[in-house]
């Protein structure tokens, strides 16, 4: 089973900072990496898929790349609606589709 | 508009059954994968199970492997999880979530369903 690590935990950026948050995987996974946004009390939402290609509705200051086991989510400019958790998920090998544990973006 | 209404949580004790549903609307039901994904308290994502757009192909997780079964009905559309020997680790929040067929992410997800299994 391919292991998903993200990095760090917990990420404390000020609004309208850029934030970079990444995943590595324990053996490659070609561009199937996809990162889900997750706020509290609510489901995941598709953010990134295919490594580096917005989902439907995805604002652009959201923007990934990478691939085979290295990959990083960068948020430009942080609006106060972006403080969630952020997971990634390989689907390259499926199943499982595994996913990492998760950052944490919080305000500075 | 997609949406994916995830029902069928509540208490359970160990090693009690429960039956799962996820009422699906806003597409063509029987041209995706779907597939359930769990989250514990204050944890991150599990995927627990998945079915391929007929019900001929089911897949699960090692955890579950053997307690839970998979199941829609297209002509409801209609995911369903039975989930049997319930254990206090298989406490979580249950999401239905859709794919597309192949190597795809999941483009969308119900809200959850929390299941507690303690006595």
């Known amino acids: 089973e391919i292991v998903m690590t993200q990095s760090p935990a917990t990420l404390s950026v000020s609004p309208g900072e850029r934030a970079t948050l990444s995943c590595r995987a324990s053996q490659s996974v070609s561009n199937n990496l996809a990162w889900y946004q997750q706020k509290l009390g609510q489901a995941p939402r598709l953010l990134i898929y295919g490594a580096s290609t917005r989902a439907t509705g995805i604002p652009a200051r959201f923007s990934g790349s990478g691939s085979g086991t290295e990959f990083t989510l960068t948020i430009s400019s942080l609006q106060s609606e972006d403080f969630a958790v ?23 | 508009e997609v949406r994916l209404l995830e029902s069928g949580g509540g208490l359970v004790q160990p ?4 039956k799962l549903s996820c009422a699906a609307s806003g597409f063509t039901f029987n041209n995706y994968a779907m597939s359930w994904v769990r989250q514990a308290p204050g944890k991150g994502l599990e995927w627990v199970s998945g079915i391929g757009t007929s019900a001929g192909t089911s897949v699960y997780a090692d955890s579950v492997r053997g307690r839970f079964t998979i199941s829609r009905d297209n002509s409801k559309n209609t995911l369903y999880l039975e989930m049997d020997g319930l254990r206090p680790e298989d406490t979580a929040i249950y999401y239905c979530a859709k794919k597309n067929f192949g ?3 999941f483009d969308s997800w ?6 507690t299994v303690s006595s």
């Open chain 1, 86 to 108: 952020y997971y990634c998920q390989q689907y390259n090998n499926w199943p499982p589709g595994t996913f990492g544990q998760g950052t944490k973006l919080e305000i500075k």
């Open chain 2, 15 to 18: 090693g009690g059954p429960l």
């Open chain 2, 103 to 105: 190597v795809n992410p």
């Open chain 2, 110 to 115: 119900g809200q959850g369903t929390l299941v």
